[in-house]
């Protein structure tokens, strides 16, 4: 079984940016996709990026593309969320889950392991 812990999340302004980690122990997710999502008080909970296990591929959400990085260092077992440009509409609980599906893979119910996420506010 894996355990995720995300962390890096805080209170930034508009335009500001954050690099979020996401730390994996126990059965580590090196041979396996990884994705962040996000959610924000009263909606649903929205994919943001993915990155296939080799670190090759990424893959992003329309409305954080050029913004957002999504990058892994396997030696570490740590996957990585840099956000730049911010906007309040960033503004959620930031999660980061295994994926068990196939490439690229934004559907929530196709992650099996999920941390308990980090909290990004971007102020005006």
């Known amino acids: 079984q894996v355990q995720l812990v995300e962390s890096g999340g805080g209170l930034v302004q508009a335009g500001g940016s954050l690099r979020l980690s996401c730390a994996a122990s126990?059965?580590?997710?090196?041979?396996?996709?990884m994705g962040w999502f996000r959610q924000a008080p009263g909606k649903e909970r929205e994919f943001v990026a993915a990155i296939s296990w080799s670190g090759i591929n990424t893959y992003y959400t329309d409305s954080v593309k050029g913004r957002f990085t999504i990058s892994r260092d396997n030696a570490k077992n740590t996957v990585y969320l840099q956000m730049s440009s911010l906007k309040p509409e960033d503004t959620a609980l930031y999660y980061c889950a295994r994926s068990r599906g196939i490439w690229p893979q934004e559907a929530s119910q196709m992650y099996d392991a999920w941390g308990q996420g980090t909290q990004v506010t971007v102020s005006s």
């Open positions: 126990g059965r580590t997710s090196r041979s396996y996709d």
